[in-house]
C-alpha cells in the first residue's frame, strides 16, 4: 500500500487547507493521477483535481508532489522512491478546490506577449519557409504545453504579480525567435520594462520543474541581451 | 540603440560589476604589491593618497561600488508588490543616499591632496 497525504480545501467553505490521507494499492507503474482516479473512485469523489489527455501533453494535471511540482500524470510511483507521496496544489497561485489553482493571471500574462505568429509580408504563393536551423533554435521553446510548472516554482512571480513570468517569456523568445514572425520590436517592447525579462534573477527553480526539459531562463536570457541590443 | 530605463540600469548593473573588478585588481596592486617588502608606514600611504591617479582611481571604485550597491537594492526592492508601488520614491532615496556616500568618501580620500575643512 502506498500512502497519499492530500491536501483539501475548499475556498466556499474552508479557511485553511488540511491534509487527508487515503492508502492506495501499490501497483506496479501505476502513476500518481492512476493513484487519484483509484481515490475517486473507490474512496472519496469528493476531491478535485485537474487532469485531461493523461499523457503529459495538455498541461493541466500540474501538482505540488513530493515537495516538487510535477506532472502528475507523468509520474510514477515507483520513481518517487517514497511509501509516503505527499500531494499540494500549485504553490503561490490561488486555490480553488483541493489540487485545483486559479490559472487566471497565468493564462492572463500569457496572452499579453501576443502568443501567434505576427507577419505582415505579402502571403507567399506556397509557404512561409523555414530552415532546419531556423527551427531548431525555437524546437525546445514550442514543446512548453503551459502546465504552470516554472511559474508557480518562480520566486519572482510570487512576490511580484506584475511579473511576466517564465512560460509567458520562453513563449515570447519562441516568436521573437522564429524567423517567420516579422514583430520583433512590438515583441520586444513587451518583455522590456520592470516586470518582463529584467525581472529574472536566474535562480532557475523554472528549468527543475519543467517537465518538458525545457530551460526558461535561455530564453529570458536571449531576450535581455535582444532588448539591451536593439 | 534605444534604451528603456530597466534595460539600461540592467546593462549598467553588468558593466560596473566588470569595471569593479578590473579597478580593484589595479587598487589591490598599487596598494600592496608595489612597493612589496617596503615597511607600512603611515606616510607611505599618505603619500600614496597624494597622486591624482591613486584618488580617481579610488574614486571611480566608490562611486561604482555605490551605484552597483544601491541599484542592486532597487532591482531587489522592485521584487515585492508592497516596495515597487513606490519605485519613484525609492529611487530617489537611493540616489541621495549614494550622492551623501560619495562626498563623504571623496572629501576623505582628497583631503591628502586638497586642504579641505
Ligand atoms: S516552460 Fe515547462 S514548466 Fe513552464 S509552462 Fe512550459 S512546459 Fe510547463
Ligand atoms: S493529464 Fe495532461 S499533462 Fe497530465
Known sequence: MVTFKIARFDSDKDKEPRFQTYEVPDEKEMSVLEALFYIVENLDGSLAFRYSCRGAVCGSCAMRINGQNRLACQTLIKKLGSTTITISPLPHLPVQKDLMVDMESFFAKYEKIKPYLINNDPIPDKEFKQSFKERAEIDEMINCILCGNCYSACTMAATNSDYLGPAALTKAYRFYADSRDTAKAERLRIIDGEDGAFRCHTLFNCAEVCPKNIVPTYSIQKLKGAACFK | ?117
Open chain 2, 1 to 117: 540603440m534605444k534604451y528603456n530605463k530597466s534595460s539600461l540600469l540592467w546593462l549598467l548593473q553588468r558593466i560596473s560589476a566588470v569595471l569593479i573588478f578590473s579597478a580593484l585588481g589595479a587598487h589591490i596592486w598599487k596598494v600592496h604589491y608595489v612597493e612589496l617588502g617596503q615597511p607600512i608606514l603611515y606616510a607611505g600611504v599618505a603619500l600614496r593618497l597624494k597622486d591624482v591617479m591613486t584618488l580617481a582611481l579610488d574614486s571611480s571604485i566608490l562611486f561604482l561600488g555605490l551605484f552597483h550597491g544601491l541599484n542592486g537594492v532597487r532591482m531587489v526592492a522592485l521584487d515585492y508588490d508592497f516596495l515597487k508601488k513606490h519605485d519613484r520614491l525609492i529611487s530617489w532615496l537611493l540616489v541621495i543616499v549614494g550622492a551623501a556616500f560619495f562626498i563623504l568618501g571623496v572629501r576623505g580620500l582628497w583631503a591628502f591632496l586638497i586642504n579641505i575643512k
